[in-house]
């Protein structure tokens, strides 16, 4: 299982920026870059992101 490593903060600017990315795909340049928005999404909804564990963040306040 993976360590939370996402504080609430942290989750909500990656729900909007996925959102944004994602919203790429189908308005404005329309291209397929927008689906790496797919990355931040995900780890806002699992509360862990991979590279904060590599690099030792924590923005999670819990321990």
Same mark, same amino acid.
């Given at each position: 299982m993976l360590k939370?490593?996402?504080g609430n903060t942290d989750r909500?600017?990656?729900i909007i920026? *996925?959102?944004g990315l994602i919203s790429l795909v189908f308005v404005g340049p329309q291209t397929v870059w927008g689906w790496i928005g797919?990355?931040?999404l995900l780890t806002a909804f699992? *509360?862990?992101c991979p590279?904060?564990?590599l690099l030792g963040?924590?923005?999670c306040p819990t321990k």
């Open positions: 939370k490593n996402v909500a600017f990656r920026l *996925g959102i797919v990355i931040p699992v *509360g862990s590279l904060y564990s963040v924590n923005t």
